[in-house]
């Protein structure tokens, strides 16, 4: 089992629906959490960062960390087709620790 | 507008060839990450800078792979020899003391025949 599981979709949602994408893991010593989001044949680049427990908001953008039960979400409100991209959860214990990736999701926004 | 480059940008070449790929992170930035992205493995970390200095590699061929910095505007990896299955994307990132947050260059996109 991995310690950070993220279904690679693809999820395929409506224009202007609510999107939610998720990851759990196993490790609980994971206190940072971070979305990057990855349009094709480009890098990932960071969407949200949350340290521990709570919830983020960022313009349409939210980020959830719920660390009892060992998953973080980010919801996208009023998806645009320019939010179809792969949207990949990481995490990390700490500076001197290394990110874990999660697989990342292909999410489809159809007009 | 800072950003990370990698050059090449796409690259085709014979199994057995020497690849190098070359990185420079952003103005400022003391660490700097290599990954490798393919469609079945994902991301993965394949070395990690920090001033310069390997501070982890573990995650690389050795016999193969090697990466460097020879200078704080410059990161190269090198593939000696290349195979097949290293056919993949080449992803440079580069971040501030904290790791969890990294800022990632266009990837080098590699094909070994």
């Known amino acids: 089992q991995k310690e950070v599981e993220q279904d690679p979709g693809p999820l395929s949602v409506p224009e202007g629906a609510i999107v939610s994408l998720n990851c759990t893991y196993s490790?609980?010593?994971?206190?940072?959490f971070m979305w990057y989001r990855q349009y094709s044949r480009k890098g990932p680049e960071l969407l949200m960062y949350t340290y521990s427990s709570g919830n983020k908001e960022d313009g349409r953008f939210t980020a959830q960390v719920d660390k009892s039960s060992k998953y973080i979400s980010l919801f996208i409100r009023d998806s645009q087709p320019s939010d179809s991209a792969t949207y990949l959860c990481a995490m990390s214990a700490g500076s001197n620790y290394q990110l874990i990736w999660g697989a990342g999701t292909k999410l489809i926004i159809k007009p | 507008d800072a950003r990370v480059t990698q050059t090449p940008r796409h690259k085709v070449t014979e199994m057995g060839q020497e690849v190098t790929m070359r990185c420079q992170p952003i103005?400022?930035?003391?660490?700097v990450f290599w990954y490798r992205q393919t469609m079945m493995q994902g991301l993965e970390l394949l070395a990690y800078f920090r001033n310069r200095a390997p501070l982890d590699d573990s995650g690389m061929p050795k016999d193969r792979f090697s990466a460097e910095m020879p200078d704080a505007t410059l990161a190269t990896l090198k593939i000696q020899p290349s195979e097949p299955r290293d056919s993949a994307v080449y992803f440079c990132?580069?971040?501030?003391?904290?790791?969890?947050?990294?800022?990632f260059g266009p990837g080098t996109r590699l094909l070994v025949l």
């Open positions: 103005l400022g930035h003391n660490t």
């Open positions: 490790n609980s010593a994971f206190q940072y």
């Open positions: 990132a580069s971040g501030l003391v904290n790791r969890e947050t990294q800022y």
